[in-house]
């Protein structure tokens, strides 16, 4: 198994990982019932995505 030739500083290894952070979600207002959803999804409350209705829901 390789191992590596040199040991990476806590700076160089910061570097690296600084795009490994989690990000919240983009949360958007249903132009149906104005609910928070997420982009490119079905609306989870009115089942409602580009107009028309996909799910039923009560």
Avoid: D, F
């Amino acid at each position: 198994m390789g191992l590596p030739k040199v040991k990476l500083s806590k700076g160089r290894k910061g570097r690296r990982r600084s795009h490994l952070a989690l990000h919240l979600p983009n949360l958007q207002p249903c132009p149906q019932c104005k609910k928070p959803k997420l982009q490119h999804a079905v609306c989870p409350s009115c089942g409602h995505y580009a107009g028309r209705e996909v799910i039923k829901t009560k």
